[in-house]
């Protein structure tokens, strides 16, 4: 799908996909030390339609989880629609409201000799003690935020026209957290500083830096060579302060430092890397990367300056703009950096400010 369509989602508030189970699959196998003994809370998850529900009870016993939480709001698109993932039909499944699903324990109910989505659905259909009714099931209700509490882990694909909020609260709550976003997040004033403080991180990432999701909004999804009602969003990741062996992977750098190569930005003494695999390792100044730089940081071998973009280039100390070089330029904005070239302001899209911890300066 085009990021277009996603905007268009967003702004009309229709930005409820369902991730894929293989990206699920793919990205939380990194994780499981991190899950033993722990609550695991979905708190944007209808748990007869959401793929990290279905994950979470298949993996239960094998994760040693003490207690699965998942939720929905009463607003969910997709409830009474019967799309019902790979459980079957719910007859008794209840229609259009708010509600939880607590598990603490997945046994062999069916008596097949097997744990599996067979015993989830048992146990849905069987147990009245596992589901509840809610109020709203909105994530901001005190309802919601009493479970956050008794929360450990929060894991879950929330609104993209909400994130700012959704992860605004997660850090209040003080709560780790796994959570899909797109990486437009990175720019939010109220998402980098937390990035550049080390209090978020990304994930492994979507293969690609692209993901396919169920949309229950006809008007948004298209279908292309995939099943119905399915999307292709490019562009999102995983948001985590959950520690995992990527993060401290090091970048491996080849590049020398030449003035000819690198050029240095005319309002921030700085130079230019316009790919990330061209970090000079000789370099011990400030450096200019593109954000993509963060899905291969290690807070170890960088440190982090800034965002050059907006307010918080502002708050960099970048030098704004002259009437003259905006006639030169007209696509320059005060908060960016910019390089002159052949007597040519150059402005590089967004570019955060860097800085190698330990070069290898002979």
Sequence with gaps: MANKNLNAAKTAKKDEFYTEMPDI??????YWPHFRGKVIFCNCDDPY??????????????LGLKKLICTCYNGSPVQGKELLIDFGDFSDAPKKVAYKVVITEVKDLNGDGTVDLSDVRYLLQNDKNVISILKTGDF????????LKEADIVITNPPFSLFREYIAQLIEYKKRFLIVGHQNAIHYKEIFPRIKNGEVWLGYGFKGAAA?????????????????????????????NIDHNKRHEEIDLVCHYTPEDYPSYANYDAIEVSKVQDIPCDYKGAMGV?????????????????????????????KPFDRELKKLNKSLRDGQLFFMKNGFPQKPYSRILIRNKNPKIE
Excluded at 25 to 30: A, C, D, I, S, V
Excluded at 49 to 62: C, G, P, V
Excluded at 290 to 307: A, H, R, S, V, W
Aim: charged residues 25%.
């Design 140 to 147: 901001r209700d005190p309802e919601c935020i009493e479970l």
């Design 25 to 30: 699959e793919r990205e939380l196998q990194h």
């Design 212 to 240: 396919h999701f169920f949309s229950p909004y006809e008007d948004i999804a298209t279908s292309g060579d995939h099943k119905k009602n399915m999307i292709r969003v490019s562009g999102v990741t995983w948001f985590t």
């Design 49 to 62: 339609e959401s793929n990290f529900f279905k994950y979470f009870a298949l993996h239960f016993n094998h």
């Design 290 to 318: 593109p954000t993509t730089f963060l899905d291969k940081y290690n807070p170890e071998q960088f440190e982090i300056i800034g965002l050059a973009e907006g307010d918080l280039g502002k708050e960099l100390g970048l």
